[in-house]
Nanobody, 124 residues
Framework: QVQLVESGGGSVQAGGSLRLSCAPSGRTFSNYAMGWFRQAPGKEREFVAYISRIGWNRYYADSVKGRFTISRDNAKMTVYLQMSSLKPEDTAIYYC?????????????????WGQGTQVTVSS
């Protein structure tokens, strides 16, 4: 069983930055490709970013491309989501997810493990 714990959420003004972290436990981190999703109030959970097991492949939702960067440090067993130029529409609960496989993963059903989420609020 993999347990995922997100941190780094908070409140920020539009144009600001935040960095989210996700630290899995219970298994070898480098075996897992990682993803970030988000869910805004009244909306479905949506894909944000993906990173492969050793970080060679990364994919982003069009809405965050050029503003968000996903990265991972396998030695520290942590995946990050650096968010810049934040907009009010980025307000959501952000979730970290893990899958014991490689290859691009964009769907909620692609992932085996989920964190509890961390709130990001962007004010105008």
């Amino acid at each position: 069983q993999v347990q995922l714990v997100e941190s780094g959420g908070g409140s920020v003004q539009a144009g600001g930055s935040l960095r989210l972290s996700c630290a899995p436990s219970g298994r070898t981190f480098s075996n897992y490709a990682m993803g970030w999703f988000r869910q805004a109030p009244g909306k479905e959970r949506e894909f944000v970013a993906y990173i492969s097991r050793i970080g060679w492949n990364r994919y982003y939702a069009d809405s965050v491309k050029g503003r968000f960067t996903i990265s991972r440090d396998n030695a520290k067993m942590t995946v990050y989501l650096q968010m810049s130029s934040l907009k009010p529409e980025d307000t959501a609960i952000y979730y970290c997810a893990a899958v014991n496989a490689d290859g691009a993963r964009f769907l909620i059903s692609d992932y085996d493990y989920w964190g509890q989420g961390t709130q990001v609020t962007v004010s105008s």
